[in-house]
C-alpha cells in the first residue's frame, strides 16, 4: 500500500508541473492584457499597474518568480478584484463548489448504484433494458443543455422550483443544479455497476455461497455487491473532481456564486493569477482524489494489494 502512495506521488508532481507551466505560458500567450478593459488611462499609469504587478518582466522571469511564490503557498493577487489575492477568491467560492459537487455524488452513488444493481440482477429483461438506455441518454446530453431544459420545464413551465440562487430565501433552488450536475455521473454508475456485477455474479465464489445455503440477500451483498462496486469506487475520484471542476457550467446557468464562475468570469477578465491559481487547485483535487480512490480500490480488491505488496 506504501508503495502505492509513493508511486502516485512521484507521478503527481511532473503532472502538476507540467500543468502550471501550460497553463502559464498560454495565458500570457493570449492576446490583450488584464487592464485592457479598464478605461483610458494614461500611459504612465498602465506603465505602472504593469510594474506592480510584474508584467513588464520577461516572460520567464515573471514564470520562475511565479514558481518561487507558488511554493510559499503564494497565488498571487487577483487583477480584476483590488485589495483580494486569489486564495482569499478561492476560499470563498470553494464551500458552495464544495456543497455542490458533494450533493451531486451523492445523488449520483445512490441513483446510479441503485439502477446498476437492479439491472444487473434483472439481466436481459425489461429492467436491465430501460435503465441502461435512460443512463445512456444521461451520458450522451451534456450539462449545458440539460439545466436549460430542466430550468425551462420545471421552474417556467410548472414553476416548481427556482431556477437561480442557492441556500438560504431560495426553498428548493439546490435541486436542479444538483441534478443537472450529477445525472451524467449517475449514468457512468449504473454501467459500472452493472457490469461490476454481472462479472462478480458470474464467478465461482457465488455458486460456492449460493450452495452454502446463504440468503439471496446475504450473496447479493455482501460478497457480489463488493466486488461489483470497485469499479465504481475507481471512478468516483476523477468523478468527484470533475464535479468540482465542471461545476462552472451549472453554476453559470443557474448563477450560483461558486469557484467555477469566478473561473469563467476571470477568463472573460484575462485575469492572469485567478485563473492559474484555480487551475492549479482543480488539478491538485484531481490527483488529490485519484490518490483517494486509489487507496481505497486497494484496500477492496487484494489483487492490487498483492501487487503493490512491500514484501
Same mark, same amino acid.
Given at each position: 500500500m506504501?508503495?502505492?502512495?509513493?508511486?502516485?506521488? %512521484?507521478?503527481? @508532481?511532473?503532472?502538476? %508541473?507540467?500543468?502550471?507551466?501550460l497553463t502559464f505560458f498560454m495565458v500570457h500567450s493570449a492576446p490583450g492584457g488584464p487592464f485592457d478593459y479598464d478605461r483610458a488611462v494614461s500611459p504612465e499609469v498602465m506603465e505602472q499597474l504593469n510594474e506592480k504587478y510584474n508584467l513588464d518582466a520577461p516572460l520567464y522571469r515573471q514564470y520562475f518568480d511565479y514558481l518561487s511564490n507558488l511554493i510559499r503557498g503564494d497565488f498571487g493577487p487577483s487583477f480584476r478584484y483590488p485589495g483580494?489575492?486569489?486564495?482569499?477568491?478561492?476560499s470563498i467560492g470553494l464551500p458552495i463548489t464544495f456543497e455542490l459537487a458533494?450533493?451531486?455524488? %451523492? @445523488?449520483a452513488t445512490l441513483l446510479g448504484i441503485s439502477l446498476g444493481s437492479i439491472a444487473a440482477l434483472?439481466?436481459?429483461?425489461?429492467?436491465?433494458?430501460?435503465?441502461?438506455?435512460?443512463?445512456?441518454?444521461?451520458?450522451?446530453?451534456p450539462s449545458i443543455i440539460l439545466g436549460p431544459i430542466l430550468a425551462l420545464i420545471f421552474g417556467i413551465? +410548472? #414553476?416548481? +422550483?427556482?431556477v437561480s440562487g442557492w441556500g438560504e430565501g431560495y426553498p428548493g433552488s439546490k435541486v436542479l443544479p444538483i441534478v443537472t450536475l450529477g445525472t451524467a455521473y449517475a449514468a457512468y454508475c449504473a454501467r459500472l455497476t452493472r457490469g461490476g456485477m454481472l462479472e462478480i455474479l458470474g464467478?465461482? @465464489?457465488i455458486r460456492t455461497a449460493r450452495?452454502? #445455503? +446463504?440468503?439471496? @440477500? *446475504?450473496?447479493?451483498?455482501?460478497?457480489?455487491? *463488493?466486488?461489483?462496486l470497485i469499479p465504481v469506487v475507481s471512478f468516483l475520484g476523477p468523478a468527484i473532481a470533475g464535479l468540482l471542476a465542471g461545476s462552472f457550467v451549472v453554476e453559470t446557468i443557474f448563477n450560483i456564486p461558486g469557484l467555477g464562475r469566478f473561473y469563467v468570469q476571470a477568463a472573460f477578465n484575462r485575469d492572469y493569477t485567478m485563473i492559474l491559481g484555480t487551475t492549479i487547485f482543480f488539478s491538485f483535487l484531481i490527483i488529490l482524489f485519484n490518490l483517494i480512490a486509489d487507496i481505497v480500490g486497494a484496500a477492496m480488491d487484494p489483487r492490487v494489494r498483492e501487487e503493490y505488496s512491500d514484501e
Amino acid at each position: 500500500m506504501i508503495r502505492l502512495i509513493i508511486n502516485r506521488i %512521484l507521478v503527481a @508532481f511532473p503532472v502538476l %508541473l507540467a500543468v502550471i507551466s501550460l497553463t502559464f505560458f498560454m495565458v500570457h500567450s493570449a492576446p490583450g492584457g488584464p487592464f485592457d478593459y479598464d478605461r483610458a488611462v494614461s500611459p504612465e499609469v498602465m506603465e505602472q499597474l504593469n510594474e506592480k504587478y510584474n508584467l513588464d518582466a520577461p516572460l520567464y522571469r515573471q514564470y520562475f518568480d511565479y514558481l518561487s511564490n507558488l511554493i510559499r503557498g503564494d497565488f498571487g493577487p487577483s487583477f480584476r478584484y483590488p485589495g483580494r489575492s486569489v486564495t482569499e477568491m478561492i476560499s470563498i467560492g470553494l464551500p458552495i463548489t464544495f456543497e455542490l459537487a458533494m450533493y451531486s455524488i %451523492l @445523488f449520483a452513488t445512490l441513483l446510479g448504484i441503485s439502477l446498476g444493481s437492479i439491472a444487473a440482477l434483472k439481466h436481459n429483461t425489461w429492467l436491465d433494458y430501460f435503465p441502461m438506455s435512460i443512463s445512456m441518454a444521461g451520458i450522451c446530453i451534456p450539462s449545458i443543455i440539460l439545466g436549460p431544459i430542466l430550468a425551462l420545464i420545471f421552474g417556467i413551465w +410548472l #414553476g416548481w +422550483l427556482p431556477v437561480s440562487g442557492w441556500g438560504e430565501g431560495y426553498p428548493g433552488s439546490k435541486v436542479l443544479p444538483i441534478v443537472t450536475l450529477g445525472t451524467a455521473y449517475a449514468a457512468y454508475c449504473a454501467r459500472l455497476t452493472r457490469g461490476g456485477m454481472l462479472e462478480i455474479l458470474g464467478q465461482d @465464489f457465488i455458486r460456492t455461497a449460493r450452495a452454502k #445455503g +446463504l440468503s439471496e @440477500f *446475504r450473496v447479493i451483498v455482501v460478497h457480489a455487491l *463488493r466486488g461489483g462496486l470497485i469499479p465504481v469506487v475507481s471512478f468516483l475520484g476523477p468523478a468527484i473532481a470533475g464535479l468540482l471542476a465542471g461545476s462552472f457550467v451549472v453554476e453559470t446557468i443557474f448563477n450560483i456564486p461558486g469557484l467555477g464562475r469566478f473561473y469563467v468570469q476571470a477568463a472573460f477578465n484575462r485575469d492572469y493569477t485567478m485563473i492559474l491559481g484555480t487551475t492549479i487547485f482543480f488539478s491538485f483535487l484531481i490527483i488529490l482524489f485519484n490518490l483517494i480512490a486509489d487507496i481505497v480500490g486497494a484496500a477492496m480488491d487484494p489483487r492490487v494489494r498483492e501487487e503493490y505488496s512491500d514484501e
